[in-house]
């Protein structure tokens, strides 16, 4: 058994399954299920959910209305393995309409929250030097998007 992630769109569940799976690997977009009557929140023939993976894990997109928006109250974590793979995921999930943050956080253009981090961080952060991590975690806490090798230089004192 596994879990599966459902979210909650405001009638543009397909395009946002179409945007991530562009962005992220091991990505499909898998089933859809169209309304076969009227719903509370769907005619006839509409789209309700779409059915999509990316990083090999399941997501439902439904196409629920605006009752319900998406909040930082939930967000995904993205460990990048470095600084490049950093960049390329806060430059494609903040274009077009997405909104930076703070330490590492960000909305895309559907209001997802997003942490785009790096196991690395833990090193400056949690590392056995304490001085160290308060210079790394006051660096972190000015910066939008994380910069490894900042931190790295404000843990070693630099």
């Not at 997109?61 to 806060?90: K, M, T």
């Not at 400056?124 to 000015?142: D, H, I, K, S, V």
């Amino acid at each position: 058994m596994e879990l599966t992630t459902c979210l909650w769109f405001n009638g543009n569940a397909r395009e946002a399954a179409e945007y991530y799976t562009s962005i992220f690997p091991d990505a499909s977009i898998d089933t859809e299920w169209n309304a076969p009557t009227d719903t509370p929140g769907n005619s006839q023939g509409e789209e309700v959910f779409v059915e999509f993976t990316i990083f090999g894990q399941k997501f439902v997109g439904l196409n629920g209305g605006p009752r319900f928006p998406h909040s930082e109250a939930v967000s995904f974590q993205i460990p990048c393995r470095d600084q490049e793979e950093i960049d390329f995921y806060w430059d494609a999930l903040t274009r077009d309409g997405g909104e930076e943050s703070q330490c590492g956080w960000l909305k895309d253009k559907f209001g997802l929250s997003w942490q785009v981090i790096s196991p690395e961080l833990m090193t400056y952060l949690g590392g056995p030097n304490p001085e160290g991590a308060q210079r790394a975690t006051q660096a972190m806490l000015a910066m939008t998007k994380i910069k490894l090798a900042e931190l790295q230089r404000a843990y070693e004192g630099g």
